[in-house]
């Protein structure tokens, strides 16, 4: 009789000659889903070894949008100053917004370049997933080294512009002693950005898997710019007791006027300025972090 003959014979029942069905009983303990969720303390070590990988998928893409234009990386620089103009000649010589304002024109320039970071955080989660879909579905990494990529990409995209926008409004200053305290502007920018990590994180997911929640995010980017005092100081206005409550608690309001402070009034802001701000943007870095993270298992089916 052949081997292959006696291995039938064993795996069929003596009595009633039918196949017998054996259980084999696999431990799958240590066993996960390819794309499942780890612990919060893998998943961050995960993202702190995909550093190298997050720094060279940012430094791919700084200046991209500039790369395929005759003048190439000079736009920069152009950029925000065709802005500024535009809006200095709309604010200040027709509306006249810069009544009483010995440098309107620093006082603009911080607004809308700074502002930059916090409108570029917010649109810029809008579609992550999908335009990086390619790229999730190809790899297994912390799905949230994406945001953060892009992130530092910002980081580096507004390093030239925001350095321009202080330069503008020294110069602005018609003569006036450069102030030491603008040196706090670099705590400011880092805080800016972790910031605007956090709500890049909370808008890709949320438009990972609702995609008709970008158009909420561009009217929410719009209504921002008029509620963050990026052209005017609200005190200046007889404002509503309410609106000027709501505007003052608005943390990109507060970081343009701690920007403005340290630039322009040569003042640093005062411990419950920083205490507010740092707290806003540990607090929204660190909820939109654990906010994608939850979804991390679903990123790689979005559409």
């Given at each position: 009789?052949?081997?292959?003959?006696?291995?039938?014979?064993?795996?069929?029942?003596?009595?009633?000659?039918?196949?017998?069905?054996?259980?084999?009983?696999?431990?799958?303990?240590?066993?996960?889903?390819?794309?499942?969720?780890?612990?919060?303390?893998?998943?961050?070590?995960?993202?702190?070894?995909?550093?190298?990988?997050?720094?060279?998928?940012?430094?791919?893409?700084?200046?991209?949008?500039?790369?395929?234009?005759?003048?190439?990386?000079?736009?920069?620089?152009?950029?925000?100053?065709?802005?500024?103009?535009?809006?200095?000649?709309?604010?200040?010589?027709?509306?006249?917004?810069?009544?009483?304002?010995?440098?309107?024109?620093?006082?603009?320039?911080?607004?809308?370049?700074?502002?930059?970071?916090?409108s570029s955080g917010?649109?810029?989660?809008?579609?992550?997933?999908?335009?990086?879909?390619?790229?999730?579905?190809?790899?297994?990494?912390?799905?949230?080294?994406?945001?953060?990529?892009?992130?530092?990409?910002?980081?580096?995209?507004?390093?030239?512009?925001?350095?321009?926008?202080?330069?503008?409004?020294?110069?602005?200053?018609?003569?006036?002693?450069?102030?030491?305290?603008?040196?706090?502007?670099?705590?400011?920018?880092?805080?800016?950005?972790?910031?605007?990590?956090?709500?890049?994180?909370?808008?890709?997911?949320?438009?990972?898997?609702?995609?008709?929640?970008?158009?909420?995010?561009?009217?929410?980017?719009?209504?921002?710019?008029?509620?963050?005092?990026?052209?005017?100081?609200?005190?200046?206005?007889?404002a509503s007791p309410?609106?000027?409550?709501?505007?003052?608690?608005?943390?990109?309001?507060?970081?343009?006027?701690?920007?403005?402070?340290?630039?322009?009034?040569?003042?640093?802001?005062?411990?419950?300025?920083?205490?507010?701000?740092?707290?806003?943007?540990?607090?929204?870095?660190?909820?939109?972090?654990?906010?994608?993270?939850?979804?991390?298992?679903?990123?790689?089916?979005?559409?």
């Amino acid at each position: 009789m052949s081997e292959n003959d006696q291995n039938q014979k064993l795996d069929t029942d003596q009595k009633t000659g039918q196949p017998k069905i054996v259980t084999i009983v696999v431990d799958d303990s240590d066993l996960a889903p390819l794309d499942g969720k780890p612990r919060l303390g893998q998943y961050c070590a995960n993202l702190w070894r995909s550093r190298s990988f997050i720094r060279t998928h940012a430094l791919t893409k700084v200046h991209k949008n500039s790369r395929d234009r005759y003048l190439g990386n000079l736009w920069v620089i152009l950029d925000p100053i065709f802005q500024v103009s535009i809006y200095a000649l709309i604010f200040g010589l027709i509306l006249k917004v810069d009544r009483g304002m010995s440098n309107f024109v620093g006082f603009l320039v911080i607004g809308v370049v700074f502002f930059g970071i916090f409108s570029s955080g917010i649109t810029g989660g809008s579609n992550l997933i999908q335009n990086s879909r390619s790229l999730i579905t190809s790899f297994t990494f912390p799905r949230i080294a994406v945001v953060t990529s892009g992130i530092v990409k910002l980081f580096l995209d507004n390093l030239v512009p925001c350095l321009l926008a202080v330069i503008i409004a020294i110069a602005f200053q018609w003569g006036e002693p450069i102030h030491w305290s603008v040196i706090f502007v670099i705590p400011l920018y880092l805080l800016a950005h972790l910031f605007a990590f956090g709500t890049t994180a909370i808008i890709a997911r949320i438009t990972a898997f609702i995609p008709d929640f970008r158009s909420v995010v561009t009217l929410l980017s719009r209504g921002l710019f008029f509620l963050s005092g990026v052209f005017f100081e609200i005190s200046r206005f007889d404002a509503s007791p309410l609106l000027q409550s709501i505007v003052e608690s608005n943390p990109i309001y507060q970081f343009l006027k701690a920007f403005r402070s340290c630039i322009i009034d040569g003042s640093i802001p005062g411990i419950s300025s920083w205490v507010f701000l740092t707290v806003w943007s540990v607090s929204i870095a660190t909820f939109g972090f654990i906010f994608f993270y939850l979804a991390e298992e679903r990123y790689s089916v979005v559409k």
